[in-house]
């Protein structure tokens, strides 16, 4: 009887000291952001930048001026993105590469912590497994907001248009390159109910639908 008690005093330690880790990282964590932009020219579009807060909302621009697209992160995403960022000492090394590749744009981390204390880097090219992945993601993220920014276009100005568009979105989510998908359902949804726009299309943005709520519920 004692072993057994003494058994539950140590899971509920155990609970309780995992709970208090849990709550310093986000307390850590509390008003801190991460910055992307990437500058490349003669591309669509030739600039952008991602600020993400670490409470999970997310912020897009192609323009510092413009106001923002915004969406929502998943916790799953906000700690991987916590991860590479400490992986990548809070974007206090430097990551440029002398290795000559093809230009694909200018990008720029910084960090910014809960006081305001920033840190940054910049590079064209990076040999860093880490921070190959975070440009990727930020990369994948600013896909995912263009084609929320021509879908909407499309629907309006364009509705012969909106079947190619949805294609496009299409091939980008079955190469699993699209960020918070849930995003995309508003638009898709006002794209389904559009008796204005063709039948093809209305179909196929329902599909889209169905298919992000499917694969969200299951995680």
């Not at 991987?80 to 809070?90: R, S």
């Not at 012969?160 to 699209?178: E, M, T, W």
């Not at 389904?192 to 499917?214: C, G, M, P, T």
Request: charged share 30%; glycine share 4%.
């Amino acid at each position: 009887m004692c072993s057994l008690y003494y058994y539950l005093l140590i899971s509920v330690i155990f609970l309780l000291d995992t709970a208090a880790v849990f709550g310093a990282q986000k307390d850590e964590n509390q008003g801190c952001r991460i910055f992307f932009t990437r500058a490349f020219p003669g591309s669509v579009p030739e600039y952008f930048e991602i600020e993400v807060e670490m409470s999970g909302k997310v912020f897009y621009r192609e323009d510092p001026t413009d106001e923002p697209l915004i969406f929502e992160l998943s916790a799953e995403n906000l700690s991987w993105l916590t991860t590479q960022v400490k992986n990548l000492d809070y974007f206090r090394i430097s990551l440029t590469h002398p290795r000559k590749v093809a230009f694909t744009g200018r990008k720029f981390f910084r960090y910014i912590d809960s006081t305001g204390n920033q840190s940054e880097t910049e590079f064209i090219y990076t040999e860093n497994p880490d921070a190959k992945a975070l440009a990727s993601w930020f990369l994948r993220a600013g896909e995912t907001a263009r084609h929320r920014i021509e879908l909407e276009r499309a629907m309006r100005f364009d509705r012969l248009g909106v079947n190619k568009r949805l294609i496009a979105f299409q091939i980008s989510l079955d190469k699993d390159r699209v960020i918070s998908p849930k995003q995309m359902l508003p638009i898709l949804i006002k794209i389904s109910n559009n008796k204005k726009i063709i039948h093809l299309s209305r179909s196929r943005a329902e599909a889209l639908v169905q298919k992000i709520e499917r694969e969200s519920s299951k995680k």
